[in-house]
C-alpha cells in the first residue's frame, strides 16, 4: 500500500479538494482506495458515506498499516501543524503540498518543507511535491512566486489547476468526476500521472535494492491513463 499524505500548514489551500479528486482519479484506474482524515473540521469524514467504493479509514487503523487491503491510502491533514505530522511522513510515501499562488502560501511552504526535509533524514526515498492550484489562468504564477519557490529549491509538479467551479462543487459532487468539466477531469488525471510517475520511480528505485517488490497496479494504471495523459498534454500547450 502507497501512502500519500496532503499537507500545508495553511487554511484553503485546496487539501481536501485534491484529496477527494486525487481519490475519485486513482479509483478510476481499478486501484483501491482509502481516505483518512485528521482534520478536526473533518470536511472528508462528512462526506464519507457518500464516497462510492472509497473506504474511511479511522486514525488508529494506522497502528495495522501493514494489514489494510487497500492499494493507496491518503491522508488529508488540518491547516496547522502538528506535531504528527513527522510520524505521519515518515509512514508516508508522498507528502504533497497544494498551495495557492499568493505570496504568503507560498512562504509557508518552508515549514511542511523543513519537515519533510527532516523525515528524508532517516527516509531518503519519500517523495513530496508542491501542487499549485486556483490559478486564475496557465500564466498566473509570477516571477516573485516563481522565485519563492526555486529559493526554497521545492519540487514543483507541472500540472496546475485552474479556479473552476466544478472543484468548488467538488464536496457536493464527490470529485469532478461525476461533472461534465472535462477540463477538469484532465487536470486531475495529468497530476495523478505525475504523482504515479515519481511513485513509479521511487519503486523502481526500492526495486533496485531488493527492499520491496514492484508495484504492478500502478505500472498497470500509468498504461491506462496514458492516453489521457497526452490529451493533457495538448491541453496545457
Ligand atoms: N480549483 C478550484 N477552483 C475553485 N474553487 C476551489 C478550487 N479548489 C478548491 N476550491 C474551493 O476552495 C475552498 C478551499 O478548498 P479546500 O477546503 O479543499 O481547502 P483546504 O486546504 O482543505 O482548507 P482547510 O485548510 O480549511 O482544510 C473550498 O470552498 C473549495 O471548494
Ligand atoms: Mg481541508
Known amino acids: ?14 487539501k481536501t479538494t485534491l484529496t477527494l479528486n486525487l481519490a475519485a482519479s486513482l479509483k478510476n484506474g481499478g486501484l483501491k482506495v482509502a481516505l483518512l482524515d485528521i482534520d478536526l473540521q473533518g470536511s472528508l469524514a462528512g462526506i464519507s458515506d457518500e464516497l462510492e467504493d472509497i473506504a474511511f479509514i ?3 487503523e494506522l497502528s495495522n498499516i501493514g494489514t489494510l487491503p487497500y492499494d493507496v491510502l491518503i491522508i488529508d491533514t488540518p491547516p496547522y501543524l502538528i506535531n504528527s505530522l513527522n510520524d505521519l511522513f515518515a509512514i508516508s510515501d508522498y507528502v504533497l503540498i497544494p498551495s495557492k499562488v499568493g505570496f504568503f502560501d507560498v512562504m509557508a511552504i518552508r515549514a511542511t518543507l523543513a519537515i519533510i526535509r527532516e523525515a528524508q533524514k532517516s527516509r531518503p526515498d519519500l517523495k513530496y511535491g508542491v501542487v499549485l492550484n486556483m490559478l486564475k489562468s496557465c500564466t498566473s504564477i509570477t516571477d516573485d512566486i516563481r522565485y519563492i519557490l526555486e529559493s526554497y529549491e521545492a519540487y514543483v509538479l507541472k500540472t496546475v489547476i485552474l479556479e473552476r467551479v466544478s472543484y468548488t462543487r467538488s464536496s457536493i ?11 477538469a477531469h484532465h487536470e486531475i488525471i495529468a497530476r495523478t500521472n505525475e504523482i504515479l510517475d515519481e511513485l513509479n520511480a521511487q519503486e523502481r528505485q526500492l526495486q533496485k535494492h531488493n527492499i520491496t517488490p514492484i508495484n504492478l ?15 493533457c498534454k495538448r491541453l496545457f500547450q
Do not use: C, W
Not at 3 to 12: D, E, L, S
Not at 173 to 183: A, I, L, M, Q, R
Not at 218 to 231: C, E
Open 1 to 14: 500500500m502507497k501512502i500519500i499524505t496532503v499537507a500545508h500548514q495553511m487554511g484553503g489551500v485546496v
Open 58 to 60: 479511522q486514525p488508529d
Open 173 to 183: 459532487t464527490n470529485g469532478v468526476f461525476s461533472t461534465e468539466d472535462v477540463k
Open 217 to 231: 497496479k500502478g505500472l498497470q494504471i500509468r498504461l491506462k491513463l496514458k492516453k489521457q495523459k497526452y490529451l
